[in-house]
Protein backbone atom coordinates (compact mmCIF):
# COMPACT_ATOMS: atom_id res chain seq x y z
CA UNK A 1 0.00 0.00 0.00
CA UNK A 2 1.81 3.20 -1.06
CA UNK A 3 1.86 6.29 1.15
CA UNK A 4 -1.14 8.19 -0.98
CA UNK A 5 -3.42 5.09 -0.34
CA UNK A 6 -2.77 5.31 3.19
CA UNK A 7 -3.41 8.55 3.81
CA UNK A 8 -6.56 8.62 1.32
CA UNK A 9 -8.08 5.62 3.37
CA UNK A 10 -7.36 6.80 6.92
CA UNK A 11 -8.52 10.24 6.17
CA UNK A 12 -11.95 8.69 4.49
CA UNK A 13 -12.09 6.71 7.94
CA UNK A 14 -11.53 9.61 10.05
CA UNK A 15 -13.61 12.42 8.40
CA UNK A 16 -16.48 9.81 7.80
CA UNK A 17 -16.64 9.07 11.18
CA UNK A 18 -16.89 12.40 12.33
CA UNK A 19 -19.37 13.58 10.25
CA UNK A 20 -21.76 10.75 11.00
CA UNK A 21 -21.23 11.16 14.37
CA UNK A 22 -22.64 15.06 14.48
CA UNK A 23 -25.42 13.97 11.97
CA UNK A 24 -26.75 11.53 14.38
CA UNK A 25 -26.16 13.89 17.80
CA UNK A 26 -28.04 16.71 15.23
CA UNK A 27 -30.64 14.07 14.54
CA UNK A 28 -31.16 13.03 18.30
CA UNK A 29 -31.25 16.51 19.35
CA UNK A 30 -33.89 17.23 16.97
CA UNK A 31 -36.18 14.58 17.68
CA UNK A 32 -36.17 15.02 21.45
CA UNK A 33 -37.10 18.96 21.16
CA UNK A 34 -39.63 18.02 18.11
CA UNK A 35 -40.67 15.03 19.31
CA UNK A 36 -44.92 16.25 19.50
CA UNK A 37 -44.56 18.17 15.66
CA UNK A 38 -42.81 15.10 13.97
CA UNK A 39 -45.09 12.91 15.49
CA UNK A 40 -48.49 15.20 15.13
CA UNK A 41 -50.39 12.39 13.04
CA UNK A 42 -52.21 10.49 14.90
CA UNK A 43 -53.09 8.51 11.86
CA UNK A 44 -50.08 7.21 10.92
CA UNK A 45 -47.13 8.07 13.26
CA UNK A 46 -44.22 9.12 10.98
CA UNK A 47 -40.85 10.52 12.68
CA UNK A 48 -38.66 12.30 10.01
CA UNK A 49 -35.67 10.15 9.26
CA UNK A 50 -34.00 11.43 6.72
CA UNK A 51 -30.51 12.41 8.84
CA UNK A 52 -30.36 9.57 10.71
CA UNK A 53 -29.96 7.47 7.52
CA UNK A 54 -27.85 9.81 5.89
CA UNK A 55 -25.54 9.82 9.48
CA UNK A 56 -25.90 5.56 8.85
CA UNK A 57 -24.96 5.93 5.06
CA UNK A 58 -21.62 7.52 6.55
CA UNK A 59 -20.73 5.41 9.09
CA UNK A 60 -21.05 2.82 5.88
CA UNK A 61 -18.24 4.59 4.29
CA UNK A 62 -16.29 4.22 8.00
CA UNK A 63 -16.83 0.31 7.46
CA UNK A 64 -15.98 0.37 4.22
CA UNK A 65 -12.90 2.32 4.81
CA UNK A 66 -11.47 0.01 7.22
CA UNK A 67 -12.54 -2.86 5.51
CA UNK A 68 -10.50 -1.22 2.67
CA UNK A 69 -7.12 -0.74 4.77
CA UNK A 70 -7.92 -3.83 6.21
CA UNK A 71 -7.51 -5.44 2.56
CA UNK A 72 -4.47 -3.72 1.84
CA UNK A 73 -2.86 -4.16 5.04
CA UNK A 74 -3.29 -8.10 5.32
CA UNK A 75 -2.91 -8.30 0.93
CA UNK A 76 -5.85 -9.95 0.43
CA UNK A 77 -6.93 -6.81 -1.82
CA UNK A 78 -7.75 -9.56 -4.85
CA UNK A 79 -8.94 -11.71 -3.40
CA UNK A 80 -13.19 -12.81 -3.92
CA UNK A 81 -14.09 -12.12 -0.08
CA UNK A 82 -12.80 -8.55 -0.32
CA UNK A 83 -14.86 -7.51 -3.71
CA UNK A 84 -17.77 -9.53 -2.05
CA UNK A 85 -17.60 -7.31 1.28
CA UNK A 86 -16.89 -4.39 -0.90
CA UNK A 87 -20.12 -4.62 -3.12
CA UNK A 88 -22.45 -5.49 0.47
CA UNK A 89 -20.84 -2.40 1.76
CA UNK A 90 -22.31 -0.42 -1.08
CA UNK A 91 -25.93 -2.21 -1.14
CA UNK A 92 -26.40 -0.66 2.67
CA UNK A 93 -24.79 2.73 1.49
CA UNK A 94 -26.98 2.53 -1.23
CA UNK A 95 -30.16 1.64 0.70
CA UNK A 96 -29.46 4.38 3.45
CA UNK A 97 -28.83 6.95 0.75
CA UNK A 98 -31.93 5.92 -0.81
CA UNK A 99 -34.32 5.55 2.94
CA UNK A 100 -33.29 9.21 3.64
CA UNK A 101 -34.53 10.60 0.24
CA UNK A 102 -37.91 8.73 1.06
CA UNK A 103 -38.20 11.52 4.19
CA UNK A 104 -37.21 14.63 1.66
CA UNK A 105 -39.89 16.61 1.43
CA UNK A 106 -38.24 17.95 -2.20
CA UNK A 107 -37.30 14.80 -3.36
CA UNK A 108 -38.93 13.76 -6.36
CA UNK A 109 -42.31 12.25 -6.08
CA UNK A 110 -41.76 8.87 -7.22
CA UNK A 111 -39.49 8.64 -4.10
CA UNK A 112 -40.92 10.95 -1.01
CA UNK A 113 -42.91 8.82 1.26
CA UNK A 114 -43.74 6.20 -2.24
CA UNK A 115 -43.07 3.04 -0.63
CA UNK A 116 -44.18 1.30 -3.33
CA UNK A 117 -41.42 2.77 -5.44
CA UNK A 118 -38.53 2.58 -2.76
CA UNK A 119 -39.21 -1.14 -2.58
CA UNK A 120 -38.66 -1.29 -6.51
CA UNK A 121 -36.00 0.89 -6.31
CA UNK A 122 -34.19 -1.60 -3.63
CA UNK A 123 -34.71 -4.44 -5.57
CA UNK A 124 -33.01 -3.07 -8.37
CA UNK A 125 -30.29 -1.95 -6.06
CA UNK A 126 -29.73 -6.09 -4.59
CA UNK A 127 -29.94 -7.48 -8.01
CA UNK A 128 -27.41 -4.85 -9.10
CA UNK A 129 -24.73 -5.77 -6.21
CA UNK A 130 -25.68 -9.57 -6.85
CA UNK A 131 -24.95 -8.83 -10.93
CA UNK A 132 -21.61 -6.82 -10.06
CA UNK A 133 -20.54 -9.84 -7.51
CA UNK A 134 -21.36 -12.35 -10.42
CA UNK A 135 -19.28 -10.84 -12.61
CA UNK A 136 -16.47 -10.14 -9.93
CA UNK A 137 -16.19 -14.01 -9.73
CA UNK A 138 -14.58 -14.38 -13.54
CA UNK A 139 -11.16 -12.60 -13.22
CA UNK A 140 -10.80 -12.14 -16.93
CA UNK A 141 -13.55 -9.65 -17.00
CA UNK A 142 -11.12 -7.14 -14.57
CA UNK A 143 -8.97 -7.00 -17.30
CA UNK A 144 -8.62 -4.01 -19.35
CA UNK A 145 -11.07 -3.79 -22.16
CA UNK A 146 -9.92 -0.69 -23.96
CA UNK A 147 -9.07 0.72 -20.46
CA UNK A 148 -12.59 -0.66 -18.93
CA UNK A 149 -13.36 -2.61 -16.08
CA UNK A 150 -16.54 -4.44 -17.04
CA UNK A 151 -17.47 -5.74 -13.47
CA UNK A 152 -17.68 -1.93 -12.28
CA UNK A 153 -20.28 -0.67 -15.19
CA UNK A 154 -23.48 -1.76 -13.01
CA UNK A 155 -22.62 -0.23 -9.51
CA UNK A 156 -21.39 3.28 -11.57
CA UNK A 157 -24.70 3.38 -13.76
CA UNK A 158 -27.01 3.07 -10.09
CA UNK A 159 -24.38 5.66 -8.68
CA UNK A 160 -25.36 7.61 -11.70
CA UNK A 161 -28.86 7.01 -11.13
CA UNK A 162 -28.92 7.56 -6.91
CA UNK A 163 -26.69 11.20 -7.27
CA UNK A 164 -29.08 12.58 -9.89
CA UNK A 165 -31.98 11.80 -7.33
CA UNK A 166 -29.96 13.29 -4.64
CA UNK A 167 -28.87 16.18 -6.46
CA UNK A 168 -31.82 17.08 -7.32
CA UNK A 169 -33.79 17.00 -3.89
CA UNK A 170 -30.96 18.73 -2.44
CA UNK A 171 -30.80 21.63 -4.92
CA UNK A 172 -34.79 21.98 -4.25
CA UNK A 173 -34.44 21.57 -0.77
CA UNK A 174 -31.91 24.35 -0.30
CA UNK A 175 -33.73 26.39 -3.20
CA UNK A 176 -36.84 26.29 -1.44
CA UNK A 177 -35.54 27.36 1.10
CA UNK A 178 -33.82 30.83 0.16
CA UNK A 179 -30.43 29.41 -0.26
CA UNK A 180 -30.00 28.93 -4.13
CA UNK A 181 -26.23 29.29 -3.61
CA UNK A 182 -25.73 26.35 -1.69
CA UNK A 183 -28.11 24.85 -3.76
CA UNK A 184 -26.06 25.13 -6.87
CA UNK A 185 -23.15 24.06 -4.77
CA UNK A 186 -24.81 20.83 -3.79
CA UNK A 187 -25.20 20.18 -7.23
CA UNK A 188 -21.36 20.46 -7.68
CA UNK A 189 -20.51 18.15 -5.20
CA UNK A 190 -22.53 15.61 -6.06
CA UNK A 191 -21.31 15.67 -9.95
CA UNK A 192 -17.66 15.47 -7.98
CA UNK A 193 -19.25 12.31 -6.07
CA UNK A 194 -20.08 10.76 -9.23
CA UNK A 195 -17.09 11.20 -10.77
CA UNK A 196 -14.76 10.17 -7.99
CA UNK A 197 -16.15 6.78 -8.66
CA UNK A 198 -14.81 6.90 -12.47
CA UNK A 199 -11.91 5.62 -11.85
CA UNK A 200 -13.22 2.47 -10.74
CA UNK A 201 -14.22 1.69 -14.26
CA UNK A 202 -12.35 3.51 -16.37
CA UNK A 203 -8.12 2.18 -15.50
CA UNK A 204 -6.92 5.34 -17.43
CA UNK A 205 -8.85 7.94 -15.49
CA UNK A 206 -6.47 10.38 -13.48
CA UNK A 207 -3.76 9.02 -11.58
CA UNK A 208 -3.68 7.75 -7.94
CA UNK A 209 -2.92 10.40 -6.21
CA UNK A 210 -6.12 12.93 -8.06
CA UNK A 211 -8.17 10.33 -7.58
CA UNK A 212 -7.97 9.76 -4.04
CA UNK A 213 -7.69 14.14 -3.68
CA UNK A 214 -10.92 14.09 -5.80
CA UNK A 215 -12.65 11.56 -3.05
CA UNK A 216 -11.57 13.15 -0.08
CA UNK A 217 -12.96 16.60 -1.33
CA UNK A 218 -16.13 15.40 -2.65
CA UNK A 219 -16.94 13.20 0.52
CA UNK A 220 -16.00 16.21 2.62
CA UNK A 221 -17.55 18.48 1.30
CA UNK A 222 -20.81 16.18 0.86
CA UNK A 223 -20.51 16.16 4.59
CA UNK A 224 -20.79 19.58 5.31
CA UNK A 225 -24.03 20.35 3.09
CA UNK A 226 -25.45 17.49 4.73
CA UNK A 227 -24.43 19.32 8.08
CA UNK A 228 -25.72 22.61 6.27
CA UNK A 229 -29.16 20.74 5.62
CA UNK A 230 -29.35 19.58 9.22
CA UNK A 231 -29.20 23.63 10.08
CA UNK A 232 -31.88 24.23 7.85
CA UNK A 233 -34.23 21.67 9.16
CA UNK A 234 -33.40 23.01 12.69
CA UNK A 235 -35.08 26.52 11.59
CA UNK A 236 -37.92 25.04 9.61
CA UNK A 237 -38.89 22.90 12.52
CA UNK A 238 -38.43 26.09 15.11
CA UNK A 239 -40.38 27.80 12.42
CA UNK A 240 -43.06 25.74 11.47
CA UNK A 241 -46.86 26.50 13.20
CA UNK A 242 -47.78 24.48 15.57
CA UNK A 243 -51.52 23.06 14.92
CA UNK A 244 -53.31 23.52 18.05
CA UNK A 245 -52.13 27.09 18.02
CA UNK A 246 -53.47 27.87 14.35
CA UNK A 247 -57.54 28.23 13.59
CA UNK A 248 -59.43 29.25 10.70
CA UNK A 249 -62.99 29.91 10.15
CA UNK A 250 -64.88 30.11 7.02
CA UNK A 251 -67.39 33.03 7.44
CA UNK A 252 -69.18 33.27 3.86
CA UNK A 253 -68.68 32.11 0.22
CA UNK A 254 -64.58 33.60 -0.59
CA UNK A 255 -64.44 34.63 3.10
CA UNK A 256 -61.85 33.12 5.55
CA UNK A 257 -60.51 33.67 9.33
CA UNK A 258 -57.16 32.64 9.22
CA UNK A 259 -54.92 33.41 12.81
CA UNK A 260 -51.30 31.54 12.53
CA UNK A 261 -49.50 33.32 15.77
CA UNK A 262 -45.66 31.27 15.06
CA UNK A 263 -46.17 33.22 10.78
CA UNK A 264 -47.30 36.89 12.54
CA UNK A 265 -50.89 36.10 11.03
CA UNK A 266 -53.35 36.94 14.44
CA UNK A 267 -57.67 37.06 13.12
CA UNK A 268 -56.26 38.21 9.61
CA UNK A 269 -59.56 38.03 6.98
CA UNK A 270 -58.90 36.18 3.78
CA UNK A 271 -61.23 37.08 0.23
CA UNK A 272 -60.51 34.76 -2.13
CA UNK A 273 -62.71 37.05 -4.00
CA UNK A 274 -62.93 35.16 -7.68
CA UNK A 275 -60.82 31.92 -7.01
CA UNK A 276 -64.02 29.69 -5.94
CA UNK A 277 -62.14 26.68 -6.74
CA UNK A 278 -59.45 27.64 -4.34
CA UNK A 279 -61.85 28.35 -2.13
CA UNK A 280 -64.11 25.29 -2.76
CA UNK A 281 -60.83 22.83 -2.30
CA UNK A 282 -60.10 24.51 1.23
CA UNK A 283 -63.42 24.00 2.49
CA UNK A 284 -63.10 20.58 1.79
CA UNK A 285 -60.38 19.98 3.32
CA UNK A 286 -61.63 21.83 6.21
CA UNK A 287 -65.22 19.60 6.58
CA UNK A 288 -63.06 16.56 6.36
CA UNK A 289 -60.63 17.43 8.94
CA UNK A 290 -63.91 18.40 11.39
CA UNK A 291 -66.35 15.98 10.79
CA UNK A 292 -64.20 12.67 9.30
CA UNK A 293 -62.87 10.49 10.90
CA UNK A 294 -59.62 8.30 9.81
CA UNK A 295 -59.12 8.36 6.41
CA UNK A 296 -61.71 10.23 5.72
CA UNK A 297 -60.26 13.37 7.34
CA UNK A 298 -57.89 13.48 4.18
CA UNK A 299 -58.35 14.04 0.58
CA UNK A 300 -56.60 12.16 -2.35
CA UNK A 301 -54.63 14.38 -3.97
CA UNK A 302 -53.75 13.07 -7.67
CA UNK A 303 -55.27 12.52 -11.40
CA UNK A 304 -57.48 9.88 -10.03
CA UNK A 305 -58.57 12.04 -6.67
CA UNK A 306 -61.27 14.49 -5.92
CA UNK A 307 -58.51 17.14 -5.92
CA UNK A 308 -56.43 16.26 -9.03
CA UNK A 309 -53.39 17.92 -8.84
CA UNK A 310 -50.55 19.38 -6.06
CA UNK A 311 -50.95 22.28 -8.20
CA UNK A 312 -54.34 23.30 -6.84
CA UNK A 313 -53.12 23.28 -3.12
CA UNK A 314 -49.75 25.21 -3.63
CA UNK A 315 -52.02 28.04 -5.26
CA UNK A 316 -53.84 28.27 -2.19
CA UNK A 317 -51.14 29.02 0.10
CA UNK A 318 -49.70 31.39 -2.71
CA UNK A 319 -52.81 32.99 -2.72
CA UNK A 320 -52.83 33.70 1.15
CA UNK A 321 -49.01 34.46 1.07
CA UNK A 322 -49.86 36.91 -1.75
CA UNK A 323 -53.51 38.60 -0.25
CA UNK A 324 -52.00 39.08 3.78
CA UNK A 325 -48.50 40.24 1.72
CA UNK A 326 -46.13 37.88 3.82
CA UNK A 327 -42.71 39.00 3.67
CA UNK A 328 -39.72 36.03 2.98
CA UNK A 329 -39.52 34.95 7.38
CA UNK A 330 -43.63 35.10 7.39
CA UNK A 331 -44.78 33.55 4.21
CA UNK A 332 -46.35 30.01 4.29
CA UNK A 333 -45.52 26.81 2.42
CA UNK A 334 -47.64 23.92 1.73
CA UNK A 335 -46.09 21.86 4.73
CA UNK A 336 -47.59 24.44 7.31
CA UNK A 337 -51.45 24.44 6.32
CA UNK A 338 -51.18 20.79 4.70
CA UNK A 339 -49.84 17.63 6.21
CA UNK A 340 -49.16 14.58 3.78
CA UNK A 341 -50.11 11.47 5.26
CA UNK A 342 -48.96 8.98 2.52
CA UNK A 343 -50.47 7.38 -0.65
CA UNK A 344 -51.15 10.52 -2.39
CA UNK A 345 -53.24 11.93 0.66
CA UNK A 346 -53.31 15.06 2.46
CA UNK A 347 -55.09 16.87 5.61
CA UNK A 348 -55.42 20.19 6.76
CA UNK A 349 -53.06 20.25 10.21
CA UNK A 350 -55.49 22.79 12.25
CA UNK A 351 -57.06 20.62 14.87
CA UNK A 352 -61.03 19.78 14.41
CA UNK A 353 -62.26 22.14 17.31
CA UNK A 354 -60.23 24.87 15.86
CA UNK A 355 -61.90 24.70 12.66
CA UNK A 356 -64.93 27.05 12.37
CA UNK A 357 -67.37 26.90 9.48
CA UNK A 358 -71.09 29.06 9.34
CA UNK A 359 -73.97 26.53 9.44
CA UNK A 360 -75.60 28.45 6.43
CA UNK A 361 -72.38 28.14 4.26
CA UNK A 362 -72.37 24.56 5.46
CA UNK A 363 -75.64 23.45 4.44
CA UNK A 364 -75.66 25.60 1.05
CA UNK A 365 -72.17 23.68 0.31
CA UNK A 366 -73.47 20.10 1.06
CA UNK A 367 -76.90 20.74 -0.88
CA UNK A 368 -75.09 20.63 -4.27
CA UNK A 369 -75.08 17.17 -6.03
CA UNK A 370 -71.38 17.03 -6.42
CA UNK A 371 -71.06 17.71 -2.41
CA UNK A 372 -73.50 14.87 -1.24
CA UNK A 373 -70.79 12.87 0.32
CA UNK A 374 -69.60 15.32 2.45
CA UNK A 375 -73.77 15.89 3.66
CA UNK A 376 -73.69 12.32 4.65
CA UNK A 377 -70.07 12.83 6.01
CA UNK A 378 -71.43 15.56 8.71
CA UNK A 379 -74.54 13.66 9.17
CA UNK A 380 -72.79 11.15 10.89
CA UNK A 381 -71.84 13.10 13.81
Known sequence: MTDVSEFYILSHIF??????IL?????????????????????????????????LAMFVWVISGCWSYAGHYFSFKEALSFQFGIHLLSIVNNMFLLLALFYFYYAPQ???????NIKTILIVIVLTAILTSGLSAFPELNANYSGVNINAIPDLMLSAFLCSLLGISLFRTFAYRGLKIVGVISVLVIVLVFSSQLSEVFINYGNNFSNNLIKIIAKT??????LVLATTWVIRLANMPKPNEMTISFLDWSLVKISIPTKGVFEETIDF??????????????????YGEGESQSL???????????????????????????????SLERRDVFTFIGEGRYRLRMIPNHI????????????TPENSDYSSLIHKI
Do not use: M, P
Not at 27 to 45: A, C, G, M, P, V
Not at 274 to 286: G, I, V
Not at 300 to 324: A, C, H, M, P
Open 273 to 290: GSKTTQYKNLLKFAIRRK
Open 23 to 55: LLAIWSNIRQRFKQLLEENDTQKRVDKGLLYLS
Open 300 to 330: IVSLGGEIKNQTYLTRIIDNINTILKLDSNQ
Open 221 to 226: SLISIF
Open 356 to 367: TIDATLLEEFCK
Open 110 to 116: FIYNNKK
Open 15 to 20: ISLVGA
